[in-house]
């Protein structure tokens, strides 16, 4: 992923709905963290699902100036049994 943006390993039927949703993110004034489920798709492997949790970072000015990222694969987690969770 080194060097490439993250819209590009989001499945293409969903890459509209995420770029919306980091759009409200840009456009939002205040501090918070947003939560989705993402179907990630790797170059040349299989898609699959992820959690996604991402934090606006601003500076003393309160501007907008990066994003923090957590990516959970959450396959394991769907391949379960809900007795075994």
């Known amino acids: 992923m080194l060097n ?8 293409v039927e969903e890459r509209h709905a995420f770029r919306c949703q980091l ?4 456009e939002c004034e205040r501090d918070y963290v947003q939560k989705w489920i993402l179907r990630i798709q790797p170059r040349n492997c299989e898609p699959f699902e992820a959690a996604v949790a991402v934090a606006s970072i ?3 000015k309160g501007k907008l100036t990066g994003l923090h990222w957590m990516v959970c694969d959450m396959t394991h987690i769907w391949q379960q049994p809900l007795s075994a969770l």
């Open 4 to 11: 490439k943006p993250l819209a590009y390993f989001i499945a």
């Open 23 to 26: 759009n409200q993110m840009h």
């Open 58 to 60: 601003y500076n003393l």
